[in-house]
């Protein structure tokens, strides 16, 4: 068997050839079009043995992986970055990455990724190109609403792209440019409308075939378009082998930082596909508003001890406040500013400010007197 190793540009394809010994066998360079990789089969067919090839996911692996695997070759994608910590390279080209490429493949250590089907392929292209509109659609809008804001014209309907902000953007007075702006974004977001009823229609049809749509739409928060959005994002679900999994391919996961006794929680990894990071987060938003999430929760239990604990009980007692206390609250050190060397600069957080900034050489104010004197007085 033969091992080959990809490396994938605008213009080129790197091929490095290794046989079953790890000999190196042939280093060439192949157009990445259809023409290309029909003369690279063609080349590589002469040695008269199978091949095994590999290739970094990227774009445009997806159409070499297809193209070969036609002509009866087997094509493995390996995981960028993984392929980066499993060899380290001090010097990096496109020939020595295609060698690097075919070395893990003749020694089984290539980091493969899942390749969906061309199902679930263009499952996603039509939930994504939704989505891509959507966003189109919402920067028209704020365009909009922008210039109405330019030329002093407030917002007073709800809905501005309804059927009275229709007639207050007709009776506006905008000048040129920005009335041929306007007409031009209204008619825009016209069709974009258009092509987005017409995609939900299809996504609807298609999601009634598909086995994990009809599970999801149980779930309260989550329609047509969201479900078929998760389920092509996470595709076969039988390649996770538990839950914990699934989730860590969400990104929605926080980030782990452990040494030790210590253990600390960051943000979200957001690692994984972004369409279904949106679409989880989206019908989060929407179930929150469900009936469902509003009956009122059972009372917890709480320990002897954890109801003094807990901040902002009327029934804790808390010792009240001194004046001393408060003045020597938050002491930071001085900081010398640099136009001024001779003085000292004080934080806001110092009470204690205006003692210090009395002038030098004066003795200490004496203590006036007593409060009761003061109210006779």
Request: proline share 8%; aromatic share 6%; with cysteine.
């Amino acid at each position: 068997m033969l091992h080959a190793g990809l490396d994938l540009s605008r213009k080129r394809l790197d091929v490095c050839l290794i046989s079953e010994h790890g000999e190196l066998v042939e280093e060439f360079a192949a157009p990445p079009d259809a023409d290309g990789l029909r003369v690279l089969v063609r080349r590589v067919g002469r040695h008269g043995a199978p091949v095994r090839a590999v290739i970094e996911s990227m774009t445009g692996a997806r159409f070499v992986h297809d193209t070969l695997e036609q002509f009866g070759w087997e094509v493995l994608i390996a995981d960028a970055q993984k392929v980066k910590g499993l060899a380290p390279l001090a010097c990096k080209t496109d020939k020595i990455d295609a060698r690097v490429l075919a070395v893990l493949s003749e020694r089984d250590l290539v980091p493969t990724i899942w390749l969906p089907d061309p199902r679930i392929r263009s499952e996603r292209e039509q939930a994504r190109f939704r989505l891509h509109l959507v966003k189109h659609k919402s920067m028209l809008k704020h365009r909009i609403h922008s210039t109405m804001l330019s030329f002093g014209h407030p917002c007073p309907v709800s809905d501005l792209f309804g059927a009275a902000g229709r007639e207050l953007l007709d009776r506006c007075e905008i000048p040129d440019p920005w009335r041929q702006t306007v007409d031009a974004s209204l008619e825009l977001i016209d069709y974009l409308e258009r092509q987005v009823a017409e995609i939900n229609r299809d996504l609807k049809a298609s999601g009634a075939e598909h086995p994990y749509v009809p599970l999801l739409l149980t779930v309260p928060g989550i329609g047509w378009v969201l479900a078929f959005t998760i389920a092509s994002e996470i595709g076969d679900i039988t390649r996770f082998p538990t839950a914990t999994k699934l989730c860590g391919y969400t990104g929605l996961c926080p980030r782990v930082h452990q040494s030790g006794e210590k253990d600390r929680r960051g943000p979200l990894t957001k690692q994984g596909p972004k369409y279904l990071r949106w679409a989880m987060l989206e019908s989060t938003m929407h179930a929150v508003r469900h009936p469902v999430y509003a009956e009122p929760l059972p009372a917890q239990q709480e320990t002897p001890g954890q109801t003094a604990r807990r901040p902002g009980r009327p029934d804790r007692h808390r010792k009240k406040a001194h004046r001393s206390d408060l003045a020597h609250a938050h002491q930071q050190p001085a900081l010398r500013t640099h136009s001024c060397p001779g003085r000292r600069r004080f934080s806001s957080g110092r009470v204690t400010a205006l003692l210090e900034l009395r002038p030098r050489g004066r003795p200490p104010m004496s203590p006036g007197p007593p409060a009761e004197e003061a109210i006779e007085r």
